[in-house]
């Protein structure tokens, strides 16, 4: 059975290449002006979840920018915290005080964006999605201290875009745990919650969340809201569905690999369970990435180009790391190695200590 492996788009790769550099924000027109004022308030000296809240926030607008997004909703990405919300206490401006300061900043229409997303309900919004609680023309309805409010099909939309791209940046297994079936949290017992908070734990990647985002995607092909904004490129444009059950499968496995719980002597155990984790979630880069290195090993130059270009392909749609244990940009430089092993005659190594020395040709 062949694999669901997906072509290299060239014009999304070079958006991406050049984000590479950490530098990119400061020479992005529309975000550069405002980051001065953001790092002020030491947004890189806070803790938050994979990183600091720098990296987080940064992240969040990579991921906005490679898909495209107009730019109030990437400013909205950059600052979707910075009046804090029920889940970050990192309040960077006080909204009692300063909105007319970010408004200044950032304008109108962004810093209104910013406001709502910070103070309506995060938990309810994702819930009323998940649940197609959507009105017919793509608004929403929330309920806040008995006062209702109603956002617009755009607002809906943004909402979603950010709220796809926040997640996919913060969340790994330390998260499954301390926001176990999230938005519908369960009380648990004090003695179960500190169990599970030893930060960052295993560092697993997330075994629930690519569902909840694919179906925060798939909201998006609700008639109100498929023209308001440009669909992300996952998940085949947001119109394909990813199952709890199949991503759960998906990650046991990639991990199971990753653990060397798989004997690596002879490669085809290993080969095979990650071949069935792609079939099970072909929509993370990282399985594809890791079976490119073991074809590369076992002389499938071919597979692992196809391996390695697709696995290329979903890192620049995605903008960040599934799996938190290495940066977006380590990841990506690495599967190019890879896709350049697989394309040039007697560059992969065949002793380990040259795998130490493997660059990237001019």
Not at 81 to 90: I, M, Q
Request: aromatic letters at 8%.
């Amino acid at each position: 059975m062949s694999l669901p492996l997906h072509p290299l788009d060239t014009e999304l790769l070079a958006r991406a290449l050049p984000m590479l550099d950490e530098e990119w924000l400061t020479r992005d027109a529309d975000l550069a002006p405002v980051l001065p004022t953001v790092l002020a308030r030491n947004v890189g000296q806070d803790w938050h979840k994979a990183g600091t809240f720098r990296h987080h926030l940064v992240g969040v607008a990579r991921s906005l920018t490679l898909w495209q997004q107009p730019r109030d909703v990437r400013l909205l990405g950059l600052l979707h915290s910075v009046y804090g919300n029920a889940f970050v206490d990192l309040v960077k401006f006080d909204p009692a005080k300063e909105r007319a300061r970010v408004r200044e900043l950032v304008g109108e229409s962004a810093e209104h964006l910013v406001f709502l997303f910070c103070t309506q309900s995060r938990t309810q919004f994702v819930q009323k999605v998940l649940d197609h609680a959507l009105e017919a023309d793509g608004s929403m309805v929330l309920d806040k201290d008995g006062q209702q409010h109603t956002l617009t099909p755009y607002e809906v939309a943004a909402f979603i875009i950010v709220s796809m791209a926040d997640t996919i940046e913060q969340w790994f297994s330390w998260q499954d745990d301390i926001f176990s079936r999230f938005p519908h949290v369960q009380p648990r017992s004090q003695s179960a919650h500190w169990a599970a908070s030893l930060w960052p734990g295993p560092m697993r990647p997330t075994g629930r969340m690519l569902h909840q985002i694919s179906a925060l995607g798939k909201a998006l092909q609700h008639p109100g809201l498929r023209d308001q904004l440009p669909l992300p490129p996952v998940f085949a444009d947001c119109s394909q569905h990813l199952s709890a059950a199949n991503e759960a499968a998906a990650t046991s496995l990639y991990w199971s690999v990753i653990q060397q719980d798989q004997p690596l002597v002879d490669m085809d155990v290993a080969t095979g369970v990650l071949e069935s984790a792609i079939r099970h979630n072909p929509w993370v880069a990282e399985p594809q990435m890791v079976l490119a290195q073991l074809y590369l090993s076992a002389g499938r130059r071919d597979d692992a180009k196809a391996a390695a270009s697709s696995a290329l392909q979903l890192f620049s749609a995605w903008g960040n790391a599934w799996d938190k244990r290495v940066q977006w940009d380590a990841w990506i430089a690495w599967t190019r190695i890879l896709l350049q092993g697989a394309m040039v005659e007697e560059t992969w190594p065949e002793r380990l200590d040259k795998l130490n020395n493997v660059a990237l040709r001019p």
